[in-house]
């Protein structure tokens, strides 16, 4: 698997800056690297927040999960580590804002992104998948099977994300 940014996917991100084509043509190049993400074998980068929603708006299905990558997955079945029992696909966490949700986007992705950091410390790197949904985890968290990895996520997007949950949310306080 051939590890890539978003500015060098096969789609006009040549000039080597961040961001050299206007937004509506970010958003057709972001929907042609979800759509050839296999016929290129590249996974890209995403750099932050702004880049995660243009994916979303791409219309694939998109989750994040934290582990030591897609190979590495694909290596072993994924566990229920309190019970043991074998799960019918990885556990990852939808990037799509629910219905009832009326802040911005990129509220909503520094929530997600934010849920499971504690396991960077732990050896995982966080990356952006899609898949067949085929059951819950013991978390609640769709299993996916059939899985097709899109980008990883660059420590910049996390150090955004982290900054954006700490200002704009009220984490811990208590629901009753």
Known sequence: MVITTFRHFPCGF???????MVRP?????????VA??????????VHGLTELADLIETGTPLYVRYSPGPEADA??????HESGLLMP???????????????????WLARRICQYLREVHEGARPWLL???????GPDNE???????????????????????YRARFNAGRSTH
């Open 89 to 107: 696909g990885v556990s990852a966490n939808s990037l799509e804002p629910p219905g009832w949700w009326t802040r911005p986007v990129a509220d």
């Open 130 to 136: 899609t898949g067949r949904e085929t059951d819950f």
């Open 25 to 33: 043509d970010r958003r057709r190049c972001l929907r042609l690297a």
């Open 36 to 45: 050839f993400r296999g016929h290129f074998g590249e996974v890209f980068t």
């Open 75 to 80: 290596a072993h079945p994924s566990t229920d």
């Open 14 to 20: 040549g000039s080597g800056r961040r961001y050299d």
């Open 142 to 164: 769709p299993l996916l099977a059939d899985i097709q990895p899109i980008a990883w996520i660059a420590p910049e997007l996390l150090d955004e994300a982290r900054e954006r």
